[in-house]
């Protein structure tokens, strides 16, 4: 079986995990998560490698004993009628790298499953990962809620978990360096018909969410000039979030969630519960473009005397990816003879917080038809074949570079010649 071959077997039978109804639906700490945690570890035992999940439920498969590790990874979880590659190609090409190498290595070799990545359901991203890296703040959990109400802390618990009790172990020097194969989810690679991306910068993500007041009545007898309609004073903000990113031009501002109380063919609406998502590659912009957003909310608001509640679910500026395994990534392409191309990432990663405690570099491949977080999300797994070979060669130079090993293809010589 070639590596594509095994990729496709994998990637169909995980999409089966899921919720059923269009697309791949895995919500982030549900129990359909742990079943595609569980899916992979037993892959992996396979392969020889064996499993542990820490209280958050990210699981780490242990290819390679030993400290230094190198780390390679994504998640498992995905949005509502999701596409079956987005973190999923990650988690598999991370096995298949790690598999081919493990062996050789000097160093350890893990690979990593993070929880909860998909900002969708609370939505603040990167739990798992905020949480592996110490980076989530206390009781972080119990104050987001799922469109249902329902907590993250509550939602994890369910699921057997317990990342209130979740150390900090990812962080450099026991991760000597982490990877992360995704798909762009964007349009670039395949524009200009590049297989793969070496990412620079990863945008950054401020998440509001926004409670609009009203006053439910009879939507027959109330009279159009004496109303107080959340959903209207809802309908201006949205499209003034979508000015707003408009003229971010390099930036982006979207509503995609929004709920109406009662939601009632025939009461006019009481309460509106929306999230905005503003991102962008540069962090003064972002701020830039999130407290225009909130100032157009409080005008808004002020001006149709509606109550209105804005809070912060996330604040996380762009990063700057690591110099030295970004490097590794470009040369192993080199050895591969395969052109590769630098670019940003609008999408937010795991990586994007590991960087933060340990080196981080992330692999893009393409996405045929340049569409994510929908059903019709597409990839060539022959290209994620090309992207495990990359990733096992940039692996081995790691090894290396961390062992401080020169290069065997470069002839060191020293000052006397
Ligand atoms: O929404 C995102 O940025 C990614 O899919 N986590
Ligand atoms: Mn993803
Ligand atoms: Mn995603």
């Not at 157009?296 to 700057?320: D, H, K, N, Q, Y």
């Not at 670019?343 to 994007?352: F, Q, V």
């Not at 597409?378 to 994620?384: F, G, H, M, P, S």
């Amino acid at each position: 079986m070639t590596v594509a071959e095994r990729l496709d077997t994998r990637l169909a039978a995980l999409a089966e995990i899921s919720a059923g109804g269009p697309g791949v639906t895995r919500p982030s700490f549900g129990a359909l998560e742990r079943d595609a945690h569980a899916q992979v570890a037993a892959w992996a035992a396979q392969d020889g490698a064996r499993a542990e999940t820490d209280p958050a439920g990210n699981t780490v498969l242990i290819y390679g004993e030993g400290e230094p590790y190198l780390l390679v990874g994504s998640h498992l979880d995905s949005v509502p009628e999701g596409g079956r590659y987005d973190g999923t190609v990650g988690v598999l090409a991370g096995m298949e790298a790690a598999a081919s190498v493990a062996s050789e290595l000097e160093l350890g070799m893990r690979v990593v499953i993070f929880s909860a990545e998909e900002g969708a359901r609370f939505g603040r991203p990167c739990l798992g990962s905020e949480l592996a890296t110490g980076a989530a703040p206390d009781g972080l959990l119990d104050g987001l809620r799922d469109g249902e109400g329902r907590s993250a802390a509550d939602v994890a618990h369910e699921s057997g978990l317990r990342p209130e009790a979740c150390p900090p172990w990812l962080r450099a020097p026991e991760v000597a360096a982490y990877l992360e194969v995704h798909i762009e989810q964007g349009r670039v690679l395949e524009r200009e018909r590049v297989r793969l991306g070496v990412v620079d910068v990863i945008a950054g993500a401020a998440r509001l969410e926004v409670e609009l007041g009203g006053r439910p009545e009879h939507s027959g007898t109330t009279p159009m000039d004496d109303r107080l309609d959340a959903l209207t004073a809802a309908a201006e903000v949205v499209l003034e979030v979508e000015r707003i990113g408009r003229e971010a031009r390099h930036g982006v501002a979207t509503v995609g969630r929004l709920d109406v109380h009662p939601n009632s063919v025939t009461t006019v609406p009481g309460g509106v519960r929306l999230v905005v998502d503003v991102r962008d590659v540069d962090a003064g912009r972002q701020d830039e473009a999130a407290a225009a957003v909130r100032a157009a909310i409080t005008r808004i608001a002020g001006a149709r005397g509606t109550p209105v509640e804005i809070r912060e679910l996330a604040s996380r500026a762009p990063v700057m990816l690591s110099a030295w395994p970004r490097l590794a990534l470009a040369q192993a392409c080199g050895e591969e003879r395969l052109p590769f191309r630098v670019l940003p990432s609008g999408a937010g990663h795991d990586a994007a917080v590991v960087a933060h405690t340990a080196p981080s570099a992330l692999l893009f491949v393409p996405t045929p038809n340049g569409r994510s977080h929908t059903p019709d999300e597409a990839c060539r797994t022959e290209d994620v074949a090309v992207a495990c070979a990359v990733v096992a060669r940039a692996l081995r130079r790691l090894d290396r570079d961390a062992r401080g090993v020169a290069d065997p293809d470069l002839t060191t010589t020293t000052p006397e010649g």
